[in-house]
């Protein structure tokens, strides 16, 4: 590696005071964190440190302009006790695009790889072992200039930080098909994982959980007609034996776990079609008994098995039951764990990246 990475251990691990049995979501990180600083036009010196608060100057762009991007992966152990991530070459690729988008720096793929790697193989024992649960892990990157001006900063922070996940709650959920508040247009910034999509989506969804929704079925921003998205996960309705999820049109965002959920519904038989699906389409296929599912797809949740969707005053009932969703969500576990074959070859496993 070029960039050889600079490690500082923490003195004593606080793995120890971690229940892994009554994990608090997002609240506990591990040890340390991956950091490199942009300056004088490239990245320095990546470090592996203790976790620690970071200096920001009241003036750090990002604060103001919103330069900020984040990615977000998983990590679990395999049944030989090995952790292993899905794809980490495609949120590398996929936090360049996000980066671009907003004009900052690319982060060189190959040391995002590997500064996950060794960042992972570090704090190993954080990653708790139950199926479902998982070490979260959140690359993120952010303009730290102090600047007061619109333009695109001199100097970024990449970090990654990680905290432990307890198996994710899986209750079927209940969408508010949102007909007000857009999440995405044409030419906006949708399709990439910009930290301001997320304060835009949280006035609305708020909203949504106050009527009693768990989540936002996203339509587009011209018609309100159109599906994007649930919350921030990819959406597949299963309609007359066929799959279908909206297309990458601009509006959405391209999903590592929707790209995954794709190739393995292929390769099991099932068609899968890219395309615009509308509200009306969901409802009728609702009132003619062929909608025969729905779920979304993301890492923080996996799958999440949609059970209704609330449409201005009509309740459209979806399915009280999801074979299909079941079967990605098994697979995927299944992969990870090492008991199946990793027959697309999704996995990177770390073995000893630390001696
Ligand atoms: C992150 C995200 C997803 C899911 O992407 P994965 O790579 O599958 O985790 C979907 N939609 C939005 C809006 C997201 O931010």
Known sequence: MENTIKITRVKA?????????????????????FICDYENGQWQTPRIEPLDLIPTHPAA???????????????????????????PEKNGERLNFSARRVGMPDFPVALFVEGLKQFVGLEKNWIPPQEGSALYLRPFMYADEPFI???????????????????????????????????????????????????????????????????????DAVEHKYIQEVGTMNVFFKINGELITPKLDGCILNGISRMCSIELLRARGYKVIERLISIDEIIQASENNTLEE???????????????????DKTIHVSDNNPVGQMIRGTVHGIRSGRLEDEFGWMVTIKNELV
Not at 73 to 79: A, C, E, G, H, Q
Not at 170 to 192: C, D, N, V, Y
Not at 204 to 212: F, H, N, Q, R, V
Not at 294 to 312: L, P, R
């Open 294 to 312: 729905a779920f979304g797809t993301g890492t923080a949740v996996g799958v999440a098995m949609i059970q209704d969707i609330g449409y201005k």
């Open 149 to 219: 001006g619109m333009r695109a900063a001199n100097h970024y922070k990449f970090i990654i930080i990680a905290s432990p996940s307890g198996p994710f709650f899986t209750k079927r959920i209940s969408l508010h098909a949102e007909t007000k508040f857009i999440r995405a247009a044409q030419g906006g910034t949708g399709e990439a994982k910009v930290a301001g999509n997320y304060a835009a989506a949280i006035q609305p969804t708020e909203l949504a959980k106050a009527k009693g929704y768990d989540q936002i079925l996203w339509l």
């Open 61 to 87: 762009m990002a604060l103001h302009y919103g330069q900020a991007i984040f990615e977000g992966m998983k990590s679990t152990l395999d049944i030989h006790g090995n952790p292993g991530l899905i794809c």
């Open 13 to 33: 691990s606080k793995v120890n005071d971690l229940d892994f049995d009554n994990i608090p979501l997002g609240t506990i990180f591990t040890d340390h964190m």
